[in-house]
C-alpha cells in the first residue's frame, strides 16, 4: 500500500505585518496543488511554541475563499511570537523536542516565517533533522518591516510599512504647514527600526521638492548631534515656518546608546526602546520654546493592510509560493529571496539563498542612501525605495470598513504524551 505524503509545517514569527498572510496564503495554496506530495499543511499555534507544545492547526478545515482571504488580511492569521530558541549546544533538548513533534504528525516539511532570528531557527532545525536522521526539507521565508536581511533585495512586509509612514508624514506635514503661523512648528513622527533606518529613509519619499515636508531625517546610523539638530530645526522654521521630523526609535547618542533606552529587554534579548519623539520633542521645547507635537507609528504602520504596496503584497505570497517549490524539489536549509533586475522599469524575480548566510545577519542602510549632511535621503536611495511603494491592492470593503478574514483554526489531537513547558 502506498504511503500518504508527508505533511508541512507552517509557522509565523515575531513581529507581524500587513503582508505575512500573503507569505501564507502562498505556502497553502501552492501546497494543495500538489496533494500527492504534500498531505495537510499545519500550522504552529503562536509560531514555534505550536511545535514545541504541539498546538497545531489543521488548515485543511479552511476553505479555498477563507485561505484567498488571508491575502488581504493584516496580522499573523495563526498567531505569532516572540520566543527565541537557544544554540543546539545550549538547548538541544528543544530542536530533538521539535522533530519528536514533526514525527508524530508524518511533518517532512518546515516553512518558519520570520526575520534573521527566525532563519537562524530553521536553519539550526535543519541541523538538528540531519543529526537524528529525520527526513525534513526545512526552508525559511522572509520577512520583516525593518528590510534587515542580507542577500534579498527587500524584504516583504517593509514596502508596506514604508507606503504607510511615507503617505502619514506627508498627510501631517500639511497639517502642520496649514495651523503653523498660530499653532504647533514641529511635528514628530517616530517610526520602526532599531539598528537600520530603512523605515525612516522611506519616510523621505514623501518630499518631492526643496521645503516639502519631512525636513529632517535621523536614521539608527548617523549618530545624533544634539547641537548641529537644534540649529537645522531653527534654520528650517525660520525658513518654512515649520519642520516636520521623521525619526527612527532605535537613534542613538555620540557614545552609541539609545536615546530611548528603557533597561528592559525583549524575549529576544534586545533592549526594550520606550520612545524617541518625546526625548526629541522636549529637547526643542527645552532649547528653542517651540510648539510641537510628536506621533508614534508603532503597531499602526505594521498592521496597516488598507494602505499595502501592491507590490509588497505580491512579493509576500511570491516567497510563500517559491518556499513550497523549493521544498518540493529537495532543496533545504534555504530562503526565497527577492532580485532587482532593473528600477525602471521596476522587475523582479524570485531567487535563493543558503540559511546560513542569512541567519542573524543585519543589512544597514547604506551610507550612499544618506545625505551628506546627515539629515537626508539621496537619489539613489529614492530609486531603490520608490518601486516598493508602488501599487495598490486594497481589502474589500463593507459598510465603510475593510473586511478581514479570521480562520476556524481547529486543533489537531495530540499524540505525544509528554508535554513542553516553554521557559
Known sequence: ??????????????????????????????????????????????GILGALEEDLIDTSFESAEAIRALKHTPSGAFGSARFKLKSLEQDKASYQRLIEVFKAHQIGYFFYNGGGDSQDTTHKVSLMAKEM??????????????????????????????????????????????????????FILEVMGRHAGWITAACGLASEGKGQPPHLLLFPEVPFNPTEFLKRVKECVEQFGYCVIGVSEGLRNQEGKFLSESGLKDAFGHAQLGGVAPVIANLIRDKLGYKYH???????????????????????????????????????????????????????????????????????????????????????AKRYLSPLIEGEDYPPYEKGLPQYVTLKNKAVPKKLKTQFNPR
Open 294 to 380: 510628536w506621533a508614534v507609528a508603532d503597531y499602526l504602520q505594521r498592521a496597516a493592510r488598507h494602505l499595502a504596496s501592491k507590490t509588497d503584497v505580491e512579493q509576500a505570497y511570491a516567497v510563500g509560493k517559491a518556499a513550497v517549490q523549493f521544498a518540493l524539489k529537495g532543496h533545504t536549509a534555504v530562503m526565497p529571496v527577492i532580485e532587482r533586475l532593473s528600477d525602471e522599469p521596476y522587475r523582479w524575480q524570485i531567487g535563493m539563498a543558503p540559511l546560513e548566510k542569512v541567519a542573524n545577519q543585519e543589512k544597514m542602510l547604506p551610507k550612499s542612501f544618506i545625505s551628506r549632511d546627515g539629515f537626508g535621503i539621496t537619489a539613489q
Open 133 to 186: 536522521d529525520y527526513p525534513l526539507v526545512c526552508v525559511g521565508i522572509p520577512k520583516t518591516v525593518d528590510n534587515d536581511l542580507p542577500l534579498t533585495d527587500c524584504c516583504p512586509g517593509f514596502g508596506s510599512v514604508a507606503k504607510y509612514v511615507a503617505t502619514s508624514i506627508r498627510e501631517a506635514g500639511f497639517d502642520v504647514a496649514s495651523m503653523a503661523r498660530t499653532s504647533t512648528k514641529v
Open 1 to 46: 500500500m502506498k504511503k500518504p505524503p508527508m505533511n508541512a509545517f507552517y509557522a509565523q514569527s515575531g513581529g507581524v505585518t500587513a503582508v505575512i498572510n500573503a507569505s501564507a496564503c502562498g505556502v497553502i495554496e501552492t501546497a494543495r496543488r500538489y496533494p500527492t506530495k504534500i498531505g495537510k499543511v499545519l500550522c504552529g499555534r503562536h
